[in-house]
């Protein structure tokens, strides 16, 4: 039976142009297990992220440079977090209650001393009229 | 090409396509042909096709029409 492929592609293919030795990021990847993503194909110098589609684990697989290096792989959890975790309102480990008590007190004072200078400017209009 | 030589790459491909694909590719024999994975990272390793091709293909997989006529 005749060989339909010519010798053309039967030779090794010329590589691709140098490109720089950095990681390049091949995207998001739905897997539908961390499996899956453990074998997926990765090429030399090659970064792809992976999205578990089943459970809440972004996955990241990297190749490096030659044959001998182990691929990377790392995983990640996502944790959604509630409105009151997302504001920017501090630790309640971080307030001190007698902190608070002195500063609502010192802030009372400051109120009352406005209070008693509104007064005397009444007073002062008053016996000006 | 003739209809002649159409059928018979037809038929090559029907009765052992995994010969095909060693053959258009340059596959050599210690590849485990029997995992797609590993034809694929051949194929990356030797530079005959990018990482995003690869992740369009593993994709394409999961597309219902593809799905319905893997089914058949």
């Known amino acids: ?5 010519p010798n053309i592609y039967n030779q090794y293919p010329q590589m691709q142009a140098q490109q720089p030795q950095m990681i390049q990021d091949g995207g998001f ?17 090659k970064s792809v992220t992976f999205k578990d589609e089943n459970s809440p684990y972004i996955y990241t697989k990297t190749m490096g440079f ?3 290096d182990t691929p990377t792989f790392e995983k990640y959890k996502l944790v959604k977090e509630t409105p009151s975790e997302g504001s920017n309102l501090p630790d ?8 608070i008590i002195s500063s609502i007190e010192k802030i009372k ?3 009352g ?12 209009e008053a016996e000006g009229v | 090409m003739n209809p002649n030589d159409l059928m018979s790459m037809y038929q090559q491909m029907c009765n052992n396509p995994m010969q095909v694909l060693s053959r258009r590719f340059n596959i050599p024999q210690n590849v485990d042909m029997s995992n797609p994975n590993n034809i694929l990272q051949y194929l990356l390793n030797s530079g005959q096709v990018s990482q995003e091709q690869v992740n369009r293909a593993m994709q394409m ?7 319905a006529l893997m089914n058949r």
């Open chain 1, 113 to 124: 001393q406005i209070w008693a200078e509104i007064d005397a400017i009444k007073k002062e």
């Open chain 1, 92 to 99: 309640k480990g971080d307030f001190d209650a007698n902190v």
């Open chain 2, 61 to 67: 997989r999961n597309h219902p029409m593809i799905k």
């Open chain 1, 29 to 45: 990847v739905p897997v539908p297990n961390e499996q899956v993503a453990r074998n997926y194909p990765v090429g030399f110098g």
């Open chain 1, 109 to 111: 004072g400051e109120i």
């Open chain 1, 1 to 5: 039976m005749p060989n339909f492929y």
């Open chain 1, 66 to 68: 030659s044959q001998l």
